[in-house]
């Protein structure tokens, strides 16, 4: 990983962040999200705790300009929220959105080789017992707490190695309906493999920028939202729901017909384009969340 001088990783502030005091801190707030939901019909979609830590982490340089040092030694610039796109360049998929993924060999890769290379061997499945903390009151806090603490995490990011925080050489399947056409795919284009820094001046703006009342503010973006911290910005969930909709709308469910001949169907309905990728994940995602509902009920 090349840092030139003059600057500093987002991977060594990352080892700050969640090795400091604020790892902790975002950790108990992920504690404490859940605890409020129990007896509600709210539920919290960000994952484990240290999901919740890595989103903190990556809203706190919304304001930021990222550095992209490149293997061939440019460095080039762009804000950490992409104004003519409103992406993200540390966006991520959300929990479901990931649970699909994981589950679906074609966007895994042979023996997981996306889910590791983009979400670092502490990735895992979402843990199906943190779904239900929403729905159903645990009796055992110590359990609870537990699961929510493990070491792992429940999401996968679009673009970048997480922990690395490296912009991926290739592109992983799941991200050909996200980034079409789209100016944060640009940026990939353009700077593929580099490690995202920040200049020394603006790393230490940062690290004074770290108060609770500044990360209370980003908490209360992610906590409720169905994607943390990312709403459409994050890879168009609004998109996925549509399409699940109109292939619910259409009855496709019951259906024989081939995969194309509904999405062409589901096209026609809602009068836009989309993927045949991205219409099976809507619907791979949308009966994980049906089961998991009717489950609980």
């Excluded at 490149?70 to 104004?83: F, I, K, N, R």
């Amino acid at each position: 990983m090349l840092v030139p001088a003059g600057f500093v990783s987002l991977a060594e502030l990352w080892k700050e962040f969640v090795g400091g005091r604020w790892g902790k801190w975002s950790q108990d707030r992920a504690i404490e999200s859940y605890e409020t939901t129990f007896g509600t019909k709210n539920t919290v979609t960000f994952g484990t705790a240290l999901d919740l830590t890595e989103d903190l982490f990556r809203l706190s340089f919304d304001d930021f300009r990222f550095a992209l040092s490149t293997p061939s030694g440019d460095v080039q610039y762009t804000t950490a929220v992409l104004q003519d796109d409103n992406n993200r360049v540390l966006a991520k998929l959300s929990v479901q959105e990931s649970l699909a993924v994981a589950r679906d060999k074609t966007q895994a890769g042979v023996d997981g080789k996306w889910l590791w290379e983009l979400g670092s061997r502490r990735f895992r499945e979402i843990n199906q017992k943190i779904h239900s903390m929403s729905l159903i009151r645990p009796k055992d806090k110590s359990v609870w707490e537990g699961l929510l603490r493990q070491d792992y995490f429940s999401t996968l990011p679009i673009l970048f190695e997480r922990e690395a925080y490296v912009l991926v050489s290739d592109l992983p399947p799941w991200t050909d309906d996200l980034l079409y056409d789209s100016y944060l795919r640009n940026i990939w284009l353009r700077a593929r493999g580099a490690s995202i820094c920040l200049p020394e001046s603006d790393a230490a703006r940062w690290r004074k920028s770290l108060k609770e009342p500044h990360l209370r503010r980003l908490l209360s973006l992610i906590v409720w939202t169905e994607n943390p911290g990312d709403g459409a910005k994050g890879g168009r969930p609004d998109k996925k729901r549509e399409l699940w909709r109109a292939y619910q709308e259409l009855a496709l469910a019951n259906s024989s017909l081939p995969r194309k001949e509904q999405l062409r169907r589901v096209e026609e309905h809602l009068g836009s384009k989309s993927s045949v990728s991205t219409l099976t994940r809507a619907i791979k995602e949308g009966e994980s969340q049906k089961k998991l509902s009717s489950s609980h009920e």
